[in-house]
């Protein structure tokens, strides 16, 4: 391995470290809907004990204590900020954080797996609002949620249009048309068929647990991914289409 190979690999994994501690703080702020202070001597003292007493050869149990103890800090000063908690289903980058940030600026933005989710956290409160789409002016209205605002005791309280901007994303320089793959969950994949067919290009549906799993193992060579504007950094851009989706903001 070259030194270019093993700095590209650091920088990496520098990445993936503060994706995992952006949710690790998302988390602790969740924490703070069942506690009755933000400070927990007790949890923070069997925490940094058993950190400590971790074997790893080339990590000294005191740094571990250390670096941990930053964190436990850092975790508690934004506990004490106590940001309202803005739901919304998928993953950071998804268009569902961009319309919370829109709508409530200096939010906590919490990702949800199911709209469900987003309405079960807001009623039971351990969620303060939601943020759900309710129709896409290329594919209309989003059932599953419009099914659940008949449910709900929940009110909407905003509303918001949001631009939708698609690209392709690779994990390596390619020619579009050298594509013959693309992967993406249906609902972007049916906004952008006309793109799609015109380049008779394949698709397969997935629902995106993970995109770092997708753009870093799961793609072979002609293999691309549809994906929100939002990542362009992730890997150049091919296409953009262009459409809106309305969304409410949810409260109990």
């Known amino acids: 391995m070259k030194l270019e190979e093993i700095r590209s690999r650091i920088d990496k994994i520098d990445r993936e470290l503060l994706v995992i501690l952006q949710e690790r703080m998302g988390l602790a702020l969740r924490s703070n809907k069942f506690k009755k202070t933000v400070s927990d001597p007790e949890r923070e003292k069997t ?23 930053t964190i436990i800090t850092e975790s508690k000063r934004l506990q ?24 409530v600026p ?20 351990y ?6 789409p309710v129709e ?5 209205a989003v059932t ?3 099914d659940l605002l008949t449910s709900t ?34 609902q972007a994949l049916a906004q952008c068929r006309g793109f799609l067919t015109r380049n008779h290009l394949a698709i397969t549906f997935h629902f995106l647990c993970s995109f770092s ?8 060579s002609g293999t691309v991914l549809l994906l929100l504007a939002l990542f362009f950094q992730l890997g150049p851009l091919l296409f953009g289409a262009l459409l809106f989706e309305s969304v409410f903001l949810l409260a109990y």
């Not at 925490?47 to 103890?69: C, P, T, V, W, Y």
């Not at 004490?80 to 954080?97: C, I, N, S, T």
């Open 106 to 125: 200096g939010g906590a933005y919490i990702p949800c797996m199911e709209f469900a989710d987003v309405f079960r956290g807001v009623e039971e409160g």
């Open 153 to 186: 005791d929940l009110k909407v309280i905003g509303e918001a249009k949001v631009p939708v901007n698609h690209c392709l994303l690779s994990t390596e320089a390619t020619d579009y048309r050298e594509i013959r793959l693309v992967y993406s969950h249906p």
């Open 144 to 146: 599953q949620v419009n």
């Open 47 to 69: 925490m940094l004990a058993q950190i400590e007493r971790m074997n790893l050869d080339l990590i000294e149990g005191s740094f571990s204590k250390q670096l941990l103890q």
């Open 213 to 220: 799993l997708l753009l870093g193992y799961l793609l072979p």
């Open 136 to 140: 896409n002016s290329l594919e209309g």
């Open 80 to 103: 004490k900020e106590d940001r309202p908690l803005v739901a919304f289903q998928g993953e950071h980058g998804a268009y569902g954080e961009v319309a919370a940030r829109g709508l």
């Open 127 to 132: 969620l303060d609002l939601g943020v759900v």
